[in-house]
């Protein structure tokens, strides 16, 4: 049976090959200073997005386009992955990727919870490696939030079989989506963290930090945005899940403090230093989408040091799938700027090249 060691070098030579691909910095800028969608997808005709990029002119034009040409590669990208590490990485490959058909699946939630149909909310619906743009669109047509979690369920039950469990309670509690939501989390992040933590390879322990880290951003957010209107310290910090790198007593003084900025100095001397005073300037401006990019940088930036130190690892594989995923989130949204004449500051601010 191959080893991972003997089957490293292999992995690794065609993903070097994949991320000398990626858009350079400069590349971005020149997109973004475009500022014109039928420009941006000449320049993407001219790209490792060609083909998909022709493809999607056939069914659409403009931004759609764009949003499903980098959609479907994206998707292209990360099945190249999985069949490229088929063998002794294949367990942790498909764990770590599930995550992006998690993020999918709490799209199409949101869809339906606020009632948009598909073509209303494309530009949330972001396709895994599993549920695919095709996929998504399928599920998307549903008509009740019901009939959405049986055909999921159905779909993949190791990822979506919580939501079985809380569909009652989503309806109970007036049509509280965290509910859905706290199911796929529990059932992904923190299984799967359990789940790795008997395994001591360094492949498993790169996969296994890269998922508490996630669930940090997950309570983070949720410290930020549930702070007004849920009861108290101690019914916000039982919501938070648990097996993140911040611990438990720390979680509940954040959970404490008399406000959200007071919540974030507690990570002061945590390795969430620097990301905390990004933090501040989000929540005085309410904005809490920046965070999540800014938190993408943080794991790009972590896994870019991992594959630096161990050179044959797994990390090499995470690395690139980040920065894979954040180049296409770059292109969706310099698309949607120059679409929406966003100014090109806001533009260059919503971008992140890590």
């Known amino acids: 049976m191959e080893t991972a060691e003997v089957f490293a070098p292999y992995l690794n030579a065609r993903i070097g090959g994949m991320r000398s691909k990626l858009f350079t910095k400069q590349h971005m800028e020149d997109l973004i200073n475009l500022y ?32 499903e040409a980098v959609s479907r590669n994206l998707v292209n990208a990360q099945q190249a992955l999985s069949r490229m590490a088929a063998g002794p990485l294949q367990d942790l490959t498909d764990r770590f990727l599930m995550r992006w058909d998690l993020a999918a699946v709490k799209a199409l939630l949101r869809l339906r919870h606020h009632g948009l ?41 190791d990822l979506c079989g919580p939501l079985a469990a809380s569909i ?46 996630e669930i940090d951003r997950i309570n983070l957010r949720m410290l930020l945005q ?17 097996s993140g790198w911040l611990n438990e007593k720390l979680l509940k003084e954040m959970a404490g403090a008399r406000d ?20 501040i300037a989000f929540v005085q401006a309410a904005r809490f989408s920046p965070m999540d990019r800014h938190f993408d940088k943080l794991i790009i930036k972590h896994l870019r040091h991992e594959m630096h130190v161990h050179t044959m690892s797994f990390a090499v594989v995470m690395h690139f799938a980040w920065a894979k995923y954040n180049e296409v989130v770059n292109l969706r949204l310099i698309a949607r700027g120059a679409a ?3 100014p090109l500051g806001k533009v260059r601010e919503e971008t992140m090249h890590a």
């Open 340 to 342: 929406a004449k966003l």
């Open 117 to 157: 149909d598909a073509q209303t909310g494309l530009a949330i619906l972001s396709p895994g490696p599993n549920l695919t743009v095709t996929l998504m669109k399928s599920f998307a047509e549903r008509s009740s939030m019901e009939e959405l979690v049986s055909a999921l369920v159905a779909w993949k039950p």
């Open 36 to 67: 014109d969608v039928e420009k941006i997808g000449d320049d993407l005709l001219e790209s490792p997005y060609q083909q998909e990029m022709a493809e999607a002119l056939t069914r659409a034009k403009g931004v759609d386009a764009i949003e």
């Open 226 to 242: 549930l702070r007004d209107g849920h009861g108290g310290a101690d019914q916000l910090a039982a919501r938070l899940l648990p």
């Open 260 to 279: 959200a900025i007071h919540a974030m100095e507690f990570l002061a001397p945590t390795p969430y230093k620097e990301l905390a005073e990004d933090l």
């Open 168 to 213: 009652g309670d989503y309806r109970q509690q007036q049509n509280d989506l965290s509910i859905l939501e706290d199911a796929l989390d529990r059932g992904y992040f923190v299984r799967n963290v359990g789940t790795l933590r008997s395994r001591e390879d360094d492949d498993s322990r790169v996969l296994r930090k890269v998922l508490r880290m």
